[in-house]
């Protein structure tokens, strides 16, 4: 494969990526049945430091037990073992995905015959998930026609493999059309989240966040939330509708690959005066100060790998 992943800890054990391998009878191949995290790694003058890990390995478990995987892992152990994936491949800042899915026991479309889960967690040198260009002039998004599965339909507060399907429709769609990303609505139209980040604006000097909803629980959202009123901002969390992000001044995504990206085109109407917006530089800037450990105040957040 293309990718660059070096190390990976597998089953408990550190292995190379291409002995990390699994059986073409693996259930969550076939059926979607694997839960993930996202969290990232990043340089700082005491070394690489991971973004409130405590907080993605606590997802990572909640995801598992919503899809009642049985992980043969402590959280503490995973926890360390994100550390040690990190420290063995000698990044100085990366990506870092866990998986645990349905291995190969059986192929009925009841996966828990596969427990207990099997576990593998890579890391990769990962750069700005919408590209410089995105965050420098603002991403162009479209509304999909894919829209987020209701709460009734698909788990949305887990991060479960299945659930990407979505995405990827929507990601394809708006890539297709010549947009960076796909905005998705619920089924009632409101506004949901991105393909793979979570929505903010502002209106009148006041930043919305949009309110959980069917959406991922993203921990940048909850991040980006407190950083935003240490800044002195107001933030209200709210359902929004597409036409208002038309009329908002400025719109803004977050999420541990997309990190906080400005929206300058939605639908192919300017957001504000069609560039970056000034308050979402200003949080990104502040965003990227706290995960590069430079804003004392935020040091809880984050776990050195020595
Ligand atoms: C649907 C969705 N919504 C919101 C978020 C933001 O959540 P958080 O990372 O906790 O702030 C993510 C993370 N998307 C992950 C996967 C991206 C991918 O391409 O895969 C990520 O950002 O790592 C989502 O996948």
């Known amino acids: 494969s293309k990718m660059k992943a070096g190390l990976i800890w597998f089953n408990g054990q550190m292995v190379p990526q291409e002995e990390a391998k699994v059986s073409v009878l693996t259930h969550a191949l076939h059926y979607g049945t694997s839960v993930f995290e996202g969290i990232r790694a ?3 003058s005491r070394g690489p430091a991971i973004f409130r890990l405590q907080e993605h390995t606590e997802r990572f478990f909640h995801s598992a037990k919503v899809m009642m995987f049985e992980l043969p892992f402590s959280p ?3 926890n360390q073992a994100i550390q040690e994936v990190v420290r063995a491949n000698g990044y100085k800042s990366c990506y870092i995905r866990p998986l645990a899915w349905m291995g190969a026991h059986t192929l009925g479309v009841n996966p ?3 427990n207990p889960a099997e576990v593998m967690i890579a890391a990769w040198e990962w750069g700005t998930y919408l590209g410089e260009e995105a965050v420098r002039k603002g991403a162009r998004l479209i509304t999909s026609s894919w829209a987020r599965f209701p709460a009734n339909v698909m788990p949305g507060k887990a991060k479960v493999g299945g659930n990407y399907v979505n ?3 929507a990601r394809v769609e708006a890539q297709q059309a010549g947009a960076d990303e796909a905005l998705l609505l619920d089924k009632e139209g409101f506004v949901a989240e991105g393909s793979g980040e979570n929505i903010f604006f502002f209106r009148n000097g006041v930043l919305y966040a949009v309110e959980h ?5 993203g921990i940048t959202r909850d991040s980006i939330i ?3 009123r240490d ?3 107001e933030v209200r969390e709210v359902r929004a509708t597409r036409d208002q992000l038309y009329m908002a001044d400025e719109v803004f995504m977050v999420g541990t690959a997309a990190e906080v990206t400005p929206v300058s085109y939605l639908d192919h109407r300017a957001i504000g005066t069609g560039r970056a917006g000034e308050h979402t530089m200003k949080i990104r800037a502040a965003y990227m100060d706290v995960v590069h450990g430079k804003n ?3 040091q809880a957040w984050l776990t050195y790998v020595q």
Do not use: R
């Not at 909803?213 to 629980?217: D, I, R, T």
């Open 42 to 44: 990043y340089e700082t």
């Open 76 to 78: 503490e152990q995973i």
């Open 112 to 114: 828990l015959p596969n």
């Open 167 to 169: 995405s990827a429709l």
């Open 213 to 217: 909803s069917v959406n991922l629980m």
């Open 226 to 228: 407190t950083i935003a």
């Open 231 to 233: 800044l002195g901002y």
């Open 296 to 298: 004392p105040k935020y």
